[in-house]
């Protein structure tokens, strides 16, 4: 089993990725995971709140990158493939299904949040800070998308936050090892094998327009290729893509 890097475990934090944040503009490089019992401000894609209560895991692994911004980005897919992993564990095979970017569903419900934050050190390397926050105990409400938590899908209790960190952090090391080795074809090959609504019409909503049509799969770079009713493609980078109105 690849090792992980070690474990930081806090009762309280504003927000596990704030204190990646905080930590790396002072200098500080990991690699390590944060993880905090209770987020009092939680922060998911595009500035919403995601809330944290206890029994639901909260984590970001602070470490450093040469890569390119765009390329850095991807292990937003790395995290959730390892997302994914955790889920098949606690709840059998096939439980889990993608969805673009890095949405992990749950029997169509979200279940797991992830963030992938940067920025530049004086060495001219990025600091990267991936957030992953996932409803083991607890499902949010009043949210956009019908949510979920793995409880509601086991017949016992779903596992400690730091047990479950533990299954998600070996599972990132060895998908990140694969990043690392055999690029990120391999890391797509891997996210396409459990996507879901590929080949199917979808809504992409995007900063300053919405684009219709069939979402045909990923582009080398994780793009989202997107056929368009008039025949062009278009690649989405970045947006939120809903299928079926979900």
């Known amino acids: 089993m690849a090792a992980h890097p070690p474990i930081e475990a806090y009762d ?5 990725n704030a204190e990646a944040r905080r930590r790396a503009e002072a200098g500080e490089v990991g690699p390590v995971w944060i993880t905090a019992a209770v987020q009092t401000a939680g922060r998911g894609r595009r500035g919403r709140a ?3 209560n206890r029994g639901n895991l909260a984590a970001t692994l602070l470490t450093v990158t040469d890569r390119p911004a765009g390329e850095a980005a991807q292990l937003s897919f790395v995290a959730a493939l390892a997302a994914c992993d955790l889920a098949d564990a606690c709840l059998g095979a096939g439980a889990a299904r993608l969805k673009w970017p890095n949405d992990v569903l749950v ?3 979200k279940a797991v949040g992830i963030l992938v934050e940067s920025g530049a050190r004086p060495d001219g390397r990025l600091w990267l800070a991936v957030g992953i926050g996932v409803n ?6 009043d949210v956009e998308r019908p949510a979920t938590a793995f409880a509601e899908h086991m017949a016992g209790q779903p596992p400690e936050p730091r047990a479950a960190l533990e ?3 070996h599972a990132f090391e060895r998908w990140r090892t694969t990043w690392s080795t055999h690029g990120f074809a391999a890391v797509a090959a891997g996210w396409s094998e459990r996507a879901t609504g590929i080949g199917q019409r979808c809504e992409a909503r995007l900063p300053n327009r919405t ?3 069939v979402a ?3 582009d080398p770079d994780g793009a989202l290729r997107l056929r ?3 025949g062009a493609v278009e690649r989405i980078t970045a947006g939120d893509v809903f299928f079926g109105g979900a």
């Not at 309280?12 to 596990?16: G, N, P």
């Not at 083991?136 to 409400?141: E, I, R, S, T, V």
């Open 107 to 109: 029997h169509g419900k």
């Open 228 to 230: 368009l009713d008039d």
């Open 136 to 141: 083991l105990a607890h499902a949010p409400q």
């Open 12 to 16: 309280e934090l504003d927000s596990t």
């Open 211 to 213: 684009l219709s049509g």
């Open 216 to 218: 045909e799969g990923l």
């Open 167 to 169: 299954v998600l952090a």
């Open 50 to 52: 995601w809330s944290t």
